[in-house]
């Protein structure tokens, strides 16, 4: 099979799509702005499709490139990771991993295996993704990470999952709440108190949607918000309480631990509601070196990081 452009062709592709000027773009490939111009066309005319929409005063993808270019990107960073890896030890290099996470596993769990992996790749960029579980998925069924930290929200053939722990959904309010001295609490109790839900599109909803489905229970809602962190910052204002995974209360805990009044968690029963946390790869997808050593830190260190309820419930 003849393929009609060349690396370089793809090369010059992505400067402008990082760039948005073909005048910058041709700088970076040291290229003059009209041999730059002739190998945009040429990939263009190969491809069948416009890749770009050019105006006089700004250069935007087309539908068309912006899927030209994700797919692209991914293929060109795997043959930099390839040749890195046949070259030499990529820690001495500059390679790069990009992990995808939800933000509650960022403290702990993502900087202690960050802060470990520094020391053995000081020269591997790791960027991080922090984002809804949903879109954490996607972007390792895409190509757009090397893998993921998070929940399976929702089946997908092209994600491979290993679960790394087990946690429970708490209750979380004020130690000044009259639930905040109670080991367990049940859902039906919850009636009584303004309810801040997360929106429908969060991952955790979707968990808890599922478990109270047919059971006739459902808390009084208050508010709606789209990330924990609001609803967090909606409970220790003392505008209601939340429902949340025992590590994102944790994490909230951690990063405010001198607030008054502070936030207390209480499991919540009947039913009791679990997510199961773990590591998502694309199946067709090898790991570079990097990748694969940052993904081996993750597993190692499931046990240190699994919530433990009387430490992720009482302030």
């Known amino acids: 099979m003849s393929i009609?452009?060349?690396?370089?062709?793809?090369?010059?592709?992505?400067?402008?799509?990082?760039?948005?000027?073909?005048?910058?773009?041709?700088?970076?490939?040291?290229?003059?702005?009209p041999a730059f111009s002739r190998r945009i066309d040429k990939l263009?005319?190969?491809?069948?499709?416009?890749?770009?929409?050019?105006?006089?005063?700004?250069?935007?993808?087309?539908?068309?490139?912006?899927?030209?270019?994700?797919?692209?990107?991914?293929?060109?960073?795997?043959?930099?990771?390839?040749?890195?890896?046949?070259?030499?030890?990529?820690?001495?290099?500059?390679?790069?991993?990009?992990?995808?996470?939800?933000?509650?596993?960022?403290?702990?769990?993502?900087?202690?295996?960050?802060?470990?992996?520094?020391?053995?790749?000081?020269?591997?960029?790791?960027?991080?993704?922090?984002?809804?579980?949903?879109?954490?998925?996607?972007?390792?069924?895409?190509?757009?990470?090397?893998?993921?930290?998070g929940f399976l929200d929702e089946q997908d053939g092209e994600v491979e999952f290993s679960p790394l722990y087990d946690e429970a959904f708490v209750l979380a309010c004020r130690a000044d709440h009259p639930m905040a001295a109670r080991e367990r609490v049940s859902w039906s109790e919850l009636d009584a108190h303004a309810f801040i839900a997360l929106a429908r599109t969060s991952g955790n909803r979707l968990v808890l949607d599922r478990a109270l489905a047919g059971t006739g229970l459902r808390p009084r809602v208050a508010y709606e918000v789209q990330t924990g962190s609001t609803a967090l910052a909606l409970v220790q204002a003392g505008l209601g309480v939340a429902a949340m995974p025992a590590t994102?209360?944790?994490?909230?805990?951690?990063?405010?631990?001198?607030?008054?009044?502070?936030?207390?968690?209480?499991?919540?029963?009947?039913?009791?509601?679990?997510r199961t946390m773990g590591l998502l790869r694309r199946r067709a997808r090898a790991l570079s070196s990097s990748a694969a050593q940052l993904y081996a830190l993750f597993q190692h260190g499931r046990r240190e990081h699994a919530p433990r309820m009387h430490e992720a419930g009482k302030a």
Do not use: W
């Open 4 to 33: 009609p452009f060349d690396l370089d062709d793809l090369v010059a592709f992505r400067a402008l799509a990082d760039l948005g000027s073909f005048r910058k773009a041709a700088g970076t490939v040291h290229l003059s702005q």
């Open 44 to 149: 263009e005319r190969a491809l069948g499709v416009a890749l770009v929409e050019r105006t006089t005063r700004r250069v935007a993808l087309t539908a068309a490139g912006r899927e030209f270019e994700r797919k692209m990107r991914v293929l060109l960073d795997d043959l930099d990771n390839a040749l890195l890896a046949i070259r030499g030890d990529p820690a001495t290099r500059g390679e790069r991993v990009t992990l995808a996470c939800v933000p509650s596993v960022v403290p702990g769990l993502v900087t202690e295996a960050l802060q470990r992996y520094r020391r053995s790749h000081p020269r591997v960029q790791v960027i991080v993704l922090d984002a809804k579980s949903h879109d954490v998925r996607q972007a390792v069924s895409q190509g757009d990470a090397d893998f993921g930290l």
């Open 248 to 274: 994102a209360l944790d994490a909230a805990r951690r990063e405010s631990a001198r607030a008054a009044p502070g936030l207390v968690g209480v499991l919540l029963t009947q039913p009791e509601v679990r």
